[in-house]
């Protein structure tokens, strides 16, 4: 690891920049889950402790550099007083950050109004980042989740003051090390969600490295499909059938094992408690024009669950069925408890992300018992693509 930690920087009596996601859902100006929130609070109470002086940088909405009074910071404030136990001052322009006395710094953690109202933030422009680091004497950027954009509070910032990653930052990509740089064999995972479309480049990074891949939801459609099956009214691309083939094509080469349904929980509508059958899937199968498969069968599941006790590590994104509706939650509740049962057995290491995955083990009951969680959506998946992340790579700079 070559990026720096906030045990590797001196922060005692130091202004120190950071850089944070609180950019959580709100509705008539409260706070509905403050999970980012909360995730912060390692990286402020330590630097705290060491004796800096916090200053949080963090963006709400999309306010394309222009103040948008909806997407202020100050609704987020009680909440963040709450998580953090204590005051924070918000500065609502960065002239007000500049005009700061020694007294201001020493008082409160300070807050910076939403930086995407600036719009040399998006353009990640260096004038306006000099700005932001003569704030400063020292940066920590705890905002994985937006490492993945080259804007100047996560990227060019980070080249004009001492650098390190937050608690959370640092959670983030240990975790990601782990799973992916250099895992502990043998390594699957599970990718599921509605469209091949969306996670080709996931895909054709993965087989590459894994040992075992779990494919479900609805772009397991896409591949039986691909292999000849007929689906009926199921989603599927019939657009990503060759590309489909390729990837598997590509993960026999490499010898990554590609686990597909072997049976399907298949109905006529996609409603609560629908009347369902399951049925055998393959390249054979042929299913009425009016059915579709909504969630895999009792034989995938055990499936998964043998491949399951074969690893020693497992990445987890996206769902294996329709699980917003029972009991088309069947097959990624039994699957997602049966990598916990391991985890808490000590036998697998066990990485989640993405939105719809951590809603799923939230359901199953089981995202306590997970090694860890990334509440990084875009970034996860970037990660997980194999692309430079340029918020991490400014900290390894």
Same mark, same amino acid.
């Given at each position: 690891?070559?990026? +720096?930690?906030?045990?590797?920087?001196?922060?005692?009596?130091?202004?120190?920049?950071?850089?944070?996601?609180?950019?959580?859902?709100?509705?008539? !100006?409260?706070?509905?889950?403050?999970? #980012?929130?909360?995730?912060?609070?390692?990286?402020?109470?330590?630097?705290?402790?060491?004796?800096?002086?916090?200053?949080?940088?963090?963006?709400?909405?999309?306010? +394309?550099?222009?103040?948008?009074?909806?997407?202020?910071?100050?609704?987020?404030?009680?909440?963040?007083?709450?998580?953090?136990?204590?005051?924070?001052?918000?500065?609502?322009?960065?002239?007000?950050?500049?005009?700061?006395?020694?007294?201001?710094?020493? *008082?409160?953690?300070?807050?910076?109004?939403?930086?995407?109202?600036?719009?040399?933030?998006?353009?990640?422009?260096?004038?306006?980042?000099?700005? /932001?680091?003569?704030?400063?004497?020292?940066?920590?950027?705890?905002?994985?989740?937006?490492?993945?954009?080259?804007?100047?509070?996560?990227?060019?910032?980070?080249?004009?003051?001492?650098?390190?990653?937050?608690?959370?930052?640092?959670?983030?990509?240990?975790?990601?090390?782990?799973?992916?740089?250099?895992?502990?064999?043998?390594?699957?995972?599970?990718?599921?969600? *509605?469209?091949?479309?969306?996670?080709?480049?996931?895909?054709?990074?993965?087989?590459? #490295? /894994?040992?075992?891949?779990? =494919?479900?939801?609805?772009?397991?459609?896409?591949? /039986?499909?691909?292999?000849?099956?007929?689906?009926?009214?199921?989603?599927?691309?019939?657009?990503?059938?060759?590309?489909?083939?390729? =990837?598997? %094509?590509?993960?026999? +080469?490499?010898?990554?094992?590609?686990?597909?349904?072997?049976?399907?929980?298949?109905?006529?509508?996609?409603?609560?408690?629908?009347?369902?059958?399951?049925?055998?899937?393959?390249?054979?199968?042929?299913?009425?024009?009016?059915?579709?498969?909504?969630?895999?069968?009792?034989?995938?599941?055990?499936?998964?669950?043998?491949?399951?006790?074969?690893? +020693?590590?497992?990445?987890?994104?996206?769902?294996?069925?329709?699980?917003? =509706?029972?009991?088309?939650?069947? %097959?990624?509740?039994?699957?997602?408890?049966?990598?916990?049962?391991?985890?808490?057995?000590?036998?697998?290491?066990?990485?989640?992300?993405?939105?719809?995955?951590?809603?799923?083990?939230?359901?199953?009951?089981?995202?306590?018992?997970?090694?860890?969680?990334?509440?990084?959506?875009?970034?996860? @998946?970037?990660?997980?693509? !194999?692309?430079?992340?340029?918020?991490?790579?400014? @900290?390894?700079?």
């Amino acid at each position: 690891m070559s990026w +720096k930690s906030l045990d590797d920087m001196d922060v005692a009596g130091n202004r120190v920049l950071v850089r944070v996601d609180i950019n959580v859902p709100v509705e008539n !100006g409260h706070v509905t889950d403050a999970t #980012r929130i909360e995730r912060i609070v390692p990286t402020v109470a330590d630097i705290l402790a060491k004796g800096g002086k916090p200053m949080l940088l963090a963006h709400f909405g999309r306010p +394309k550099g222009k103040v948008t009074p909806e997407m202020s910071l100050a609704q987020i404030l009680p909440a963040l007083e709450a998580a953090l136990g204590r005051k924070v001052q918000l500065l609502e322009t960065l002239e007000a950050a500049e005009a700061l006395n020694a007294d201001a710094w020493e *008082a409160d953690v300070l807050l910076l109004e939403n930086i995407r109202f600036y719009p040399g933030e998006e353009a990640n422009d260096i004038a306006f980042a000099r700005r /932001l680091a003569a704030l400063g004497d020292v940066y920590c950027n705890d905002a994985f989740s937006a490492a993945h954009r080259a804007h100047a509070s996560t990227e060019a910032l980070a080249r004009l003051l001492p650098a390190c990653a937050g608690r959370l930052m640092q959670a983030e990509l240990s975790a990601l090390e782990a799973a992916l740089s250099n895992p502990e064999r043998p390594v699957g995972a599970v990718v599921g969600g *509605a469209k091949v479309s969306t996670k080709i480049e996931l895909l054709e990074n993965l087989v590459n #490295r /894994l040992d075992v891949l779990v =494919i479900g939801g609805g772009m397991a459609n896409t591949f /039986l499909a691909a292999l000849g099956a007929n689906l009926g009214k199921s989603l599927q691309e019939p657009d990503f059938f060759g590309t489909a083939k390729d =990837i598997m %094509a590509q993960a026999d +080469k490499a010898g990554c094992r590609v686990i597909l349904p072997v049976d399907g929980m298949v109905a006529t509508e996609f409603a609560p408690g629908a009347d369902h059958v399951v049925v055998p899937l393959g390249a054979g199968t042929v299913l009425d024009p009016d059915q579709m498969v909504l969630d895999a069968g009792p034989a995938s599941i055990e499936a998964v669950r043998l491949a399951f006790e074969g690893l +020693k590590t497992l990445i987890w994104n996206g769902p294996l069925g329709a699980f917003e =509706i029972a009991p088309f939650d069947t %097959a990624t509740v039994a699957a997602a408890r049966a990598a916990a049962t391991q985890t808490r057995d000590g036998t697998l290491i066990s990485v989640a992300g993405g939105g719809d995955t951590v809603a799923a083990l939230n359901q199953a009951g089981v995202a306590d018992d997970f090694t860890y969680i990334s509440t990084a959506g875009g970034a996860f @998946l970037e990660w997980m693509e !194999g692309k430079t992340l340029p918020g991490v790579a400014a @900290l390894e700079g």
